[in-house]
């Protein structure tokens, strides 16, 4: 069975940085997709971004890109969400997802309902 757990959220200040990450275990497919997406209080669930293990491509939506950056380290079944210079805006519950098709995200992540997994969330918060 596939679980991944969120991990990082904290209350930080605007302009200040942190690093999400999610962990999975019992993942055995050679190929997939990690999705960042947050949710905010009252607000519809957003892609961040994700990652392709096919090919190690990225995708970020236009609020993050420059921000935000995602990466893996493939040893520890792990990938991480660096939020740089986060604004009040950032604030949100965070949930990393799995897409268990190999994919290559250079023109845009797969849709919220493509995934097969979720984590519990991890929460932001960036207080001005």
């Known amino acids: ?3 991944h757990m969120e991990s990082g959220g904290a209350l930080v ?19 997939y ?10 607000k519809e ?17 236009d609020s993050v890109k420059g921000r935000f950056t995602i990466s893996s380290d493939n040893a520890k079944s792990t990938v991480h969400l ?8 950032d604030t949100a519950v965070y949930y990393c997802a799995l897409h268990t098709s190999p994919s290559t995200v250079v023109a845009g992540c797969p849709g919220r309902y493509e ?12 207080f001005s």
């Open 1 to 3: 069975e596939v679980q």
């Open 13 to 31: 200040q605007a302009g200040g940085s942190l690093r999400l990450s999610c962990a999975a275990s019992g993942l055995s497919f050679d190929a």
């Open 33 to 42: 997709v990690i999705g960042w997406f947050r949710q905010a209080p009252g």
């Open 45 to 61: 669930r957003e892609g961040v971004s994700c990652f392709s293990s096919s090919d190690g491509s990225t995708y970020y939506a």
């Open 82 to 89: 660096q939020m740089n210079s986060l604004k009040p805006e």
């Open 115 to 126: 995934y097969d997994y979720w984590g519990q969330g991890t929460q932001v918060t960036v």
